[in-house]
């Protein structure tokens, strides 16, 4: 059962020999082979790298030179580019693009030693909350092979809930890591912006995106962010402060924290049994001591829709790229340079992507742009500013990540506005920059709750500790999706 065992537990297996890391990077491939085909969870398996790695870091771990993370198999979503290896961000447009180089994130995971398995599904261009818009087809639930497992991330949050690697990367633009990691009844971060380099991550809304791990425990979340943060000089918008050690205050107590209540992200629209799953971890983080209030975010209505014209404005900036001259999809036999770009765009990327490029393009518009634009970075100033009130009433704030558990897949294709409602307690952390975290707080029938914590700018550490905590005293992270089931 060592897919069950978190990064911590295996690090300790290595340590005292139980296994090596060849050991541990071949019962995982066994495992991508055997489950991961059904769950579509991974675009692209790299065994021979993973075998390479795995046995640099048994030779590292003979001399002694063991890093943090030396032999631990881990996926990375298939949008950080990893050189040499497809990278394809879930496009038929970037089907045949192999990366020339490695993302930050990338470099410093393996840097650790880690053992990269391969690259996981994900909607295209991180675009979506169900995985359903990958052009390598949808990923199924492993609670419930009939629902989606969240998105964008959704084969990262699936691999790791299947026990198809011991832990993966994933970006957050609106909610990507802690919706994914709550259908699958995993953890998942987005730490602060600009807390990990974004350099050599495909961008979708470049002031948004945020990379973060997504793991079974915040303990393994704590190990993998301490790797992935940092300042770089290759992203201006990377923070240089110093990182802290996220594990050192995971076993403080938590007594005296003050938690607050997001009044708003418990009105309409949110499942009963959903509020009642939340409302017990509640009363498990009250019984360690925690305080709890309710906070008011008044202008919370408003996120999504500044969101929606927000990252569309930036995808039509960043996608411009994808024209079929430089990299990427070109198609047959373009008449002219006009033919060329309209045939590569139009039959390369997909129809949610091409939405996002026509609202973008006409939010930046002369004429649409104050309206539109300039009134949706007004909006996210209120936003921010909602938060900054509450900050100063207490330390974090609570709510469920999503309304509903996982839903079925195909269920909410038809209807846009439903599907951009599942980012409704996400994207105000996005549009404000602050870190917030997902961790598994109950059992909804056979599908998975996750909680959220929402944290003050650079406050991953009291995240972190407020999840560990909660998780010593809970069982939800531990539970594991039946083997071969429905
Ligand atoms: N669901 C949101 C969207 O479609 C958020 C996606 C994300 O965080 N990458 O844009």
């Known amino acids: 059962m060592l897919h069950k065992r978190t990064i911590t537990e295996l690090r300790t297996g290595l340590q005292k020999g139980e296994f090596s890391a060849e050991e541990l990077t071949l019962y995982y491939l066994e495992r991508i082979e055997g489950n991961a085909r059904e769950l579509n969870a991974y675009i692209t398996v790299t065994a021979d790298i993973a075998m390479e790695q795995a046995r640099r870091s048994?030779?590292?771990?003979?001399?002694?030179?063991?890093?943090?993370?030396?032999?631990?198999p881990i996926a990375y979503k298939d949008i950080f580019c990893t050189e040499g290896v497809r990278t394809s961000a879930g496009s038929l447009m970037l089907d045949k693009f192999i990366a020339p180089y490695s993302a930050t994130v990338v470099e410093k995971l393996s840097g650790a030693g880690a053992v990269m398995l391969g690259k996981t599904n994900m909607d295209e261009f991180a675009m979506g909350s169900s995985n359903e818009n990958s052009h390598y087809g949808h990923v199924l639930n492993?609670?419930?092979?009939?629902?989606?497992?969240?998105?964008?991330?959704?084969?990262?949050?699936?691999?790791v809930a299947a026990g198809l690697c011991a832990a993966a990367t994933?970006?957050?633009t609106g909610g990507s890591i802690r919706q994914p990691a709550s259908f699958c009844g995993v953890t998942g971060i987005k730490p602060t912006?600009?807390?990990?380099?974004?350099?050599g991550i495909i961008a979708y809304a470049?002031?948004?995106?945020?990379?973060?791990p997504i793991t079974r425990t915040a303990e393994d979340a704590a190990l993998m962010l301490q790797v992935m943060a940092g300042h770089d000089a290759k992203d201006s918008t990377s923070i240089a402060t110093e990182v802290p050690d996220y594990t050192r205050t995971l076993g403080d107590s938590i007594k005296g924290q003050r938690i607050?209540?997001?009044?708003?992200?418990?009105?309409?629209?949110?499942?009963?049994?959903?509020?009642?799953?939340?409302m017990e971890a509640v009363a498990v983080l009250e019984s360690l001591g925690a305080i709890i209030s309710e906070v008011t975010l008044p202008n919370t209505r408003h996120a999504i829709p500044a969101y929606y014209i927000i990252a569309p404005a930036e995808c039509s900036a960043n996608l411009s790229r994808y024209d079929g001259v430089r990299y990427g999809y070109r198609c047959e036999n373009p008449t002219d340079l006009q033919d060329l770009y309209k045939r590569s765009r139009s039959e390369a990327l997909g129809e949610e992507v091409k939405q996002r490029i026509l609202v973008g393009t006409f939010v930046?518009?002369?004429?649409?742009?104050?309206a539109y634009y300039r009134k949706a970075q007004q909006v996210r100033r209120l936003i921010k500013n909602d938060f900054v009130e509450?900050?100063?009433?207490?330390?974090?704030?609570?709510?469920?990540?999503?309304?509903?558990?996982a839903f079925r897949i195909g269920e909410k294709s038809g209807d846009q506005i439903a599907m951009y409602l599942q980012d409704i307690y996400t994207i105000a952390s996005n549009l404000a920059g602050l870190p917030a975290i997902s961790i598994p707080a109950g059992m909804n029938g056979q599908l998975p709750t996750g909680l959220q914590l929402i944290g003050n700018y650079l406050d991953e550490a009291r995240l972190l500790n407020v999840a560990h905590q909660f998780q010593l005293q809970t069982n939800w992270h531990r539970l594991s999706p039946p083997e071969g089931g429905p």
Request: charged residues 25%; negative net charge; contains cysteine.
């Open 260 to 278: 607050g209540l997001c009044r708003e992200y418990f009105e309409e629209g949110l499942d009963g049994a959903t509020e009642k799953i939340i």
């Open 206 to 212: 470049s002031s948004l995106d945020q990379a973060g």
């Open 364 to 370: 930046l518009s002369a004429g649409y742009y104050d």
């Open 170 to 172: 994933g970006t957050d």
């Open 390 to 405: 509450a900050f100063k009433e207490v330390d974090i704030l609570l709510s469920p990540t999503a309304p509903a558990p």
């Open 58 to 72: 048994d030779r590292d771990r003979g001399k002694g030179v063991a890093g943090p993370l030396s032999g631990i």
């Open 142 to 159: 492993p609670w419930d092979k009939e629902r989606v497992p969240g998105g964008s991330s959704g084969g990262s949050a699936a691999a």
């Open 193 to 199: 912006y600009g807390r990990i380099s974004r350099w």
